[in-house]
């Protein structure tokens, strides 16, 4: 498939997403949105996919919403369910690790889009802020959600209402980043880590996910359930009976995906 605001790159069990909009530092448009989430589902349509990575081209990872594209008329929640929404949600439901490889700024809406990944490295140039108030505009794309599970009320408070922009450094502080990584380094770091995801048991990351996107909003008793459930379905895996033979055998499983 051809896009026009992205590259898709397929090697080796690892799908590329490159944010192809380098001189708006990969900023949003519709174009760009659409194209985004038909990628997400070639990934999820490829068996033979079993990591992504989304990055940018440039200096900018994802500078949020193009806000030179609005159209008069259409408004903000409009803009959020029909370009946002449909690609954090894709990113949440794809059953297979998804790698934010942050090279550059990460703001707005486009900082949303990586904390909705799975994994985040940074590069030591990275940027990040929930910069929606400089602008007179509410936190979206997910900020509600993934912002006070990963460092509590009190901090994602703090980042909505000031809007300060602040350097990688602070956001692996924060929890925000799980590494920061120079800039010639991150690509490939964040290949080798993705490629060791995509020889993993594909179906256990999926389960993992899933409980995740749902698990404060379960109780004890329904978690543990849930956990049960979720045994019962991954002992009936290819990879499930190739991880306990390889246990017993001593030697190193090779999980297909199954």
Known sequence: MTYETLLYTATDAVATITLNRPRQLNAVNRTLATELAMALAEANRDERVRAVVITGAGRGFCAGQDLTTLQDGIGGGQ????????????????????????????????????????????????????????????????????????????????????????????????????????????????????????????????????????????GLEAALEWEANGQDATAMSEDFQEGVTAFLGKRSPHFVGR
């Open 79 to 218: 803009i959020l369910r029909e370009m946002y929404n449909p690609i954090v949600l894709a990113i949440r439901r794809l059953p297979k690790p998804v790698i934010a490889a942050i090279n550059g700024a990460a703001v707005g809406a486009g900082m949303n889009l990586a904390l909705a990944c799975d994994i985040r490295f940074a590069s030591e140039t990275a940027t990040f802020g929930q910069v929606f108030t400089r602008i007179g505009a509410l936190p979206d794309s997910g900020a509600f959600y993934f912002l006070p599970r990963m460092i509590g009320m009190a901090r994602a408070t703090e980042l909505m209402l000031n809007a300060d922009v602040f350097d990688a450094a602070h956001a692996v502080s924060l929890g925000l980043v799980n590494a920061v990584y120079s800039s010639d380094e991150l690509l490939p770091r964040t290949d080798d880590y993705a490629r060791r995801l995509a020889q993993g048991p594909t179906q256990a990351y999926a389960r993992i996910k899933a409980g995740l996107n749902d698990a404060f909003g379960l």
